[in-house]
């Protein structure tokens, strides 16, 4: 029996009808390897990126030392760590008692820090930037260059901090968690953890910040932080990315999603393309199994045979397939490492898993059922079943084959919600699809060839073969769908990013201003062509009532200290709505808007209210410079807070608010070369604290980039999927047009009738599919925006000309060259056929 | 009037240039009955395909009616055929998706006639089929097939009607019922009937009977028994 199986797949393959079946099975098993390799990896290296912006991938921060077994517990993990102190200090010069000494923000560096990313530097100020991967040595410091000129050193001087005597070493740049830096509070210096207690600068009340860095094995730091939090006081903080980068996280989330998505669509498209060609397969057999009945072979024969064959093919696929995947994968990511600059993750071997049982799991459920039936009935019946060549492609095995490999992806992908939606959608695609036409195909019995041009031939054919073309239609408009879903989730993510961090962000932040600062500081803004937003007063304030009930008692100490309404809270008023805000309850009132028909009114901050169960009608006593105020919640607010501009979690009317003491602040958008101005700012106004976020914007920025272009490559490899699977789908009808058209040329039907026909019935097919498309990935879209990612529900008509044209053209060659195929056999041919 | 002067046919195979047909000069006259013969793999039917329009030789030249087919293109050719040819396969060749009817109208269409219905329905009730209009080839026997086949090579009223074997696939009753249509029909409508056959029977029913051995025309005689 092996021996048979070898020659028939001997055979098959050089007839040809093995290699559709092998080239899509291959396909499928590369594609799938490579694209769920390429995105587990992808998706390591981004979070390996992101990671840069705490230098590491958790940090415990805390304004005293920590308790040290808390360390132990860390390194029993092994987790790496590194520990930083953040203080302030006066850096000196000289030791001369004169010298006038420079405020510096210090940060002092242990070992292995930074854990994730480098620290950039320079030789000298005009050096060139090079990057390193651990701080200044004990006894060394690096600082900003502007200190170097403020300061009039070079580097190699002897600097002092507190009573430590340290060499400047090197010009610092930057360090991967910079974030956002006072700069009012002096240029940044980074010295060695050990240098500390020399300086004696620290004493008891100096305002410190102690952080551990911590960075390994995602596991390890789970457990760790299961240890570890309930052990936590209000004082020290726990960060991730999440809760450090809001923006960066939540752009990586809906990324992870666009990724699962992908991945999923490609094991669609693969399973189509081996369910065609596995079926076209196992009826082209029918006739084998026939002739090997005859001769007298069991059942059971058949079976063994048929099970050693495609084990065989299976076999050989999985083996160049993984190959061929794992190096598609390793090409794009080697370029892609070399542009994120982070060395190339881990492979796992879940994408070779997934690859394989995506080819197995199709291969049985598309081939087997039609051997198996074909096993138990009689060969004579099977000789007749054989003339009748249609392909009928079983949908019942199309689900099961589908829902099996969706299941493994969700598995892989803890996604199931998306699996079940990606598997309705196209059982909502195939019933749309197929079963109408179906029913037309029942109502409207078709009439004849109508060969006498080549429109109304296209046309009677597409009636003809209504059933094929619907099987066809739906194939092609699940492939387009699936393209287009990803397409228009990508133009989602991009501009909803983009209108995140538009060009002219605010890059700094001002605050404590007072009140005759706010004209000079206007002044001096319009003087430095920078981009302001609005100057808002700043009122501290604490919330103690809702209604009756005192706050502490109303929520629990857990919500209480996570909403932070325990902290004091910005109170402020605005003339108009604030440009990040939209109101989710109630109705807005503009700042002046307070009269004696109208109380005291309160706008609250969505998310704190729905944490502090405060409702529309509400009424909310604040403390404010031990006054007490009461105000009625007379709208909720949704605020953006990532957008880099004052926002704040109440505002009120002007007139109950302006007889407290305030403060004012506002942020704008100063152009790079105008940053050095800033310092003119301080000394207009000592008081002013000026906060740069600039550097982090860019790294924001810089993430988002590579995440978007990491979706293109991935849109890209769907795209040619998608492009594989439609050519693939022309086959399905191509061995009984074959015929039918050679036998029409003897006829007397010319080539152009006949190629003409071909393509415009294709093009029709694929102008449907893509009509078809389009709904269908609109649906799925808003489906997706609503409880996927969390997006604003919006249509995508750019994409609407889209999927018809695709369709058209795509199809459309795929009948050409399929019409080139029909068309090359000569006519003779006929008869010497049986 | 079809003329082939000295064409050859060569075909290059795995086991060298093979030499189908060679050196053949024939003229058939309008109107005759002429039967190929000879012995298997001789070139009978590479010879009929050649007649026939469906390919052409290595070398050499056929005319038809004053137009020379070796000089044609693909698409010409099938004009040609459109308008003048009608041929019965040994396998019959419907086409499964149509009906008898859809059959015997696809040859009228491709002429160019739209309002052939009546006529290929008349077609269809000369061979005895007018009740199974609407059936599927799958439906219909080996000789009801091969009855749609002759109809559909008739239709368009070619004025050459070629026929490979047309009785190769039936049993002896229905290939003789098969054979008087054929010869009704052919001079009902003064077609030239050129057919390939093994039997001795259907061969002595035409008036010229040429035979073929190894590509090459060993005999070619106008038999004394005109018109049965
Ligand atoms: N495409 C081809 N490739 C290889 N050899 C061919 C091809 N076409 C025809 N031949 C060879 O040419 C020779 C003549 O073939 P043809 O079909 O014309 O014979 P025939 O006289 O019709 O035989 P039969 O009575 O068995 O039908 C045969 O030996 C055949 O093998
Ligand atoms: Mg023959």
Redesign the interface.
Known sequence: MFKIAWRFLRTDWRSGELRLLFMSLLLAVTIVTGLTAFVERLQLMLAGESSQFLAADRVLKSPQPVNPLWLDKASGLNLQQAALINFQSMFYASVDVDAEPVLVSIKAAGENYPLIGELKTRPQPYGEITAVKSGPAVGEVWAESRLLQQMNIDIGAQVYIGDAQLKLTKVLVSEPDRGAGFISMGPRVLMHLQDVAASNVISEGSRVSYSWLFAGDKKAIDLYWQWLKPQLTDREKWLDLENSQPTVAVALQRAKTFFVLASSMIIVLAVIAIAMSSTRYSQRHIKHIAVLKTLGATSTDIKRLYTYLLLLLFIAVVCIGWLLGFLLQQLVLMQAAAVLDVALPPLSLWPFLLGAATALISLMTFTLPVIDKLRSIPAVRIFQQA???ELKLSLTSAVIGLAGVLLLLSLYTGQILLSVLMLLSLTFLLAVVVFPARLLLTFIP???????NWWSMAVANMQ??LWVNALQISLFSISLMLLLVLIGLRDNLFSQWQEQLPAETPNFFLVNLQQPDVASVEQWLQNHAAKQETIYPMIRGRLVRINDKLVRERVSKEDFKRSGADRELNLSWADSLPPDNTLTAGSWHDADASSASNPTWVSVESKLAKKLEIKLGDSLTFMIAAQTLTAKVSSLREVEWDRMRPNFYMLLPKQSLQMFPKTYMTSFYLPASKHKDIVNLLKIIPTAIVIEIDSMIKQIRHVIHHVSLALQLVLFFVFIGVILVMFATVQISLD?RKK?NT??????????LIIGSLITEFMLLGLLAGILATFAAELVLLALQKWLMDLPLQLHPELWYLAPLLGLSIVGSAGFLAARKVTAV???Q????? | MIQLRDVNHHICSVDGDLEILKAITLQIDAGETVAITGSSGSGKTTLLGMLAGLDIPTSGEIVVEGSNLTTMNEDQRALFRAKSVGFVFQSFHLLDALTALENVLLPLELAGNNQGEAEAKAFLEQVGLSHRLKHYPSQLSGGEQQRVAIARAFAAKPQYLFADEPTGNLDQATGSHIIDLLFDLNRQHKTTLVLVTHEPRLASLCRRQIVIENGQIISDKKSELSDV
């Open positions: 003339s009748s060549q078709a009439k004849g060839l109508k060969a006498r003809r073969r009984s039918e036998v029409i040329r003897a006829l007397g039907g010319t080539k152009k000569v006519p003779m006929l008869l010497r056929e049986n």
